[in-house]
């Protein structure tokens, strides 16, 4: 969604803390090869393969996030002849924007290799190499052999990573700040107001380095065998850096037989002729007879919205079924403020009566969105959807994975992994009911990863459960902007690199207000916590934020762990030009685990209050409780008061600090935890 800027009217805007903290730890797994596995391709043994999830022990995650086909392997852990980068927690850095914050960077000749921990038949690889010098990108090999079996090369390309200056972002190293009016941590200025003009580094604000390449081996091959990631000699990459690698063991194409096939209308699975026109009329068909439509194995290009409405669509599997297009200027805007087209499939515009039993699974939708444009709908999947599903799909290279305005209900997203997105992952906009996400796993989106925004119309009845985010670029791993009834329940949440949090509850963006229960339960988070640049503080792991209004629903947060925090593990905030008008209240933490946290346990920047009951902390950088209230530090104490419910443990909400002692400190030193361990 849109970033707005605080700018000058933010809260104090002062030095930028740097920071470099250590990655978590790994333990050392070994995963049996699966029963029944065949055609399993011998290959030599290599050391004990180091498994992990969003860069920890998988036992310090157990039973939150998604369910995934995929075993996740840290760069960092494998055998290399190149350097390991990081650990760093600053933003615009090759190493904060990694998974672990850590990753290898190899030279040319260089490599990595990792040992399979399972029977495997594909893989995934996050990588960045270079931007060209004036921005666009570039392409680059990276050869790839697993135990003894042929050496293959991959295509790598920057053509969809390299984003500079300010939001909106530009593609171009060169520019100038897109937006001189604005107040930069970098000088602690308005550059258009500063006399002399102060001197900005160019390229100003890279980000956005990384993005994945997935690769079908055409074999499987055996628990133990060695891949070998190899920047060949001759590339015309300066370097390659390797973040991780995923081993998948991918099921056969599916095949349905009595379905609709969409071969029969003329599309071309080999993607050299534009198969958009024969995609509606088979999609016309299919309604008509109420039968499946089948996507076989291939590569579709399609260069426009596919409009979907009572039809089921389904594919041979995301591996296997490609659904790829161009980014296409339009003559003229269309109705929407959209500049450009681009593949992606749409239900109805809520305002027409939107779409209803609209399914979709077992297929990808590979994008060529470069720039972010907010008018532009180009989304892998939009429009509204009633009482549909979305289910394993893979969407990449969109503006957007999904993005549904309502208002509209009942639709469930499952299984699905979406990847390298400009902007947001998901985002219920509007009205969006009784729908929810499940089992999703989300990896370097642009913006908030996956949100619920109430903009004009409630969101209500809403559920984020077990789902995995990881790298969020800007912003957040969970937003939820105002709605009612709404819950987020065990989530995995690592790596949000700048302006966000893992988990925020905020009154922004125009929102209606929070209402009924919201539930926070039995999440975990990691390395979470950033920097936010307009105001130039660090953020909690969970961030509350009052900005348009009050906050004053029945939040429960029960049963998270919020691990090896940058900076605060609990975050409450209303800006500085609202503070004396909003505040924030009837919060309860109740079972809460902190594992490490850079300054506080609990920070409040607001009026208002919270309980907490059973909340225990170890590793706290500074004072459990950094106690502002709304800066007006009365003779009566801070404006926002604490209760304690009892079973708090290891000394953080000690009794002097109770119910509203005053301990301000605007930006305390943080001090680097150490890695998370089993409680």
């Known amino acids: 969604m849109q970033r707005s800027v605080e700018g000058a009217a933010g809260l104090r805007p002062a030095v930028p803390i740097a920071r470099i903290l250590p990655a978590g730890t790994a333990t050392a797994v070994a995963l049996a090869v699966p029963a029944g596995s065949a055609a399993l391709a ?79 038949n594909a893989l995934t690889v996050r990588y960045s190499i270079p931007d060209a010098p004036s921005g666009g990108g570039i392409t680059a090999p990276l050869r790839v052999t697993v135990g003894h079996g042929p050496a293959r090369t991959m295509t790598l390309t920057s053509q969809y990573a390299w984003l500079y200056n300010q939001y909106p972002f530009t593609n171009d190293p060169g520019a100038d700040l897109l937006h001189p009016d604005w107040w930069i941590t970098e000088c602690s200025c308005v550059p258009a107001a500063t006399t002399p003009a102060p001197a900005i580094t160019k390229p100003f604000r890279p980000h956005h380095f990384y993005d994945e390449q997935r690769l079908l081996l055409g074999r499987t091959h055996r628990a133990g065998e060695v891949v070998r990631l190899t920047a060949p000699t001759g590339t015309a990459a300066a370097w390659t850096v390797i973040d991780l690698l995923d081993s998948h063991l991918v099921a056969p194409p599916r095949v349905l037989p009595h379905a609709v096939n969409v071969l029969a209308f003329g599309a071309d699975p080999t993607g050299r002729r534009e198969s958009a026109d024969a995609f509606d009329r088979a999609v016309a068909y299919a309604r008509r007879v109420d039968r499946t439509l089948y996507l076989p194995p291939g590569t579709y290009q399609v260069n426009r919205h596919i409009t979907v409405d009572d039809v089921t669509i389904a594919g041979a599997g995301s591996w296997y079924t490609v659904v790829k297009g161009r980014e296409v200027a339009l003559d003229t805007p269309a109705p929407d403020g959209s500049v450009h087209t681009g593949v992606g499939f749409y239900g109805r515009d809520a305002a027409d009566g939107g779409s209803s039993d609209v399914h979709l699974s077992g297929f990808a939708v590979e994008g060529d969105v470069r720039d972010r444009i907010d008018t532009d709908q180009v989304n892998a999947i939009g429009g509204a959807l009633n009482h549909s599903t979305v289910d394993g799909l893979y969407l990449h290279h969109t503006k957007v994975g999904l993005w549904f305005d309502g208002p509209m209900t009942d639709l469930r997203v499952t299984n699905t992994v979406i990847a390298d997105q400009i902007a947001d992952g998901l985002n219920f906009h509007t009205g969006v009911t009784h729908s929810s996400v499940s089992h999703s796993f989300v990896r370097n989106t642009g913006d908030d990863a996956l949100a619920m925004w109430s903009e004009r119309t409630g969101n209500a ?55 009924g229960q919201l539930r926070i339960t039995g999440n975990t988070t990691v390395r979470a916590g950033t920097d936010d640049l307009n105001w130039n503080i660090g953020l909690g792991a969970i961030w509350f934020y009052a900005l348009d209004r009050s906050i004053d629903a029945d939040i429960q947060v029960v049963g998270d762990s919020y691990l090896d925090n940058t900076y605060n593990a609990i975050m409450l905030v209303s800006d500085w030009p609202v503070k004396d008008k909003y505040s924030i209240s009837n919060v309860h933490f109740r079972d809460i685990r902190v594992d490490g946290a850079g300054t506080s346990v609990v920070s409040a920047r607001t009026a208002g209050s919270a309980s907490f009951a059973d909340v225990d902390a170890r590793n706290v950088g500074a004072v459990g409780v950094n106690n502002c209230g709304s800066f007006h530090f009365t003779p009566a104490g801070s404006e926002f008061g604490l209760t304690d419910l009892g079973g708090n443990d290891g000394g953080w909400l000690a009794p002097w600090l109770l119910p509203n002692t005053i301990t301000c400190d605007d930006r305390p030193p943080v001090v680097p935890p150490p890695a998370p361990a089993p409680w």
């Open 461 to 515: 009845h809403n559920t984020f459960d077990h789902n995995t985010v990881q790298s969020p670029v800007l912003a957040n791993g969970i937003a939820l902007y105002g709605g009612t009834d709404l819950t987020v329940s065990h989530n995995l949440i690592a790596d949000p690199v700048r302006e966000g949090s893992a988990i925020q509850i905020g009154s922004r963006f125009g929102a209606e207000p929070f209402t």
């Open 42 to 120: 011998a290959g030599p043994a290599g050391p004990t393969p180091v498994v992990t999830r969003a860069g920890l022990d998988p036992a310090l995650v157990a039973g939150r996030g998604a369910t995934v086909d995929f075993v996740e392997q840290e760069a960092e852990h494998g055998r290399t002849t190149g350097t390991v980068i990081g650990p760093d927690r600053a933003e615009y850095t090759l190493a904060g924007e990694a998974s672990g914050r850590r990753a290898v960077r190899l030279s040319p000749g260089q490599y990595v290799e990792f040992t399979l921990p399972r029977a495997t």
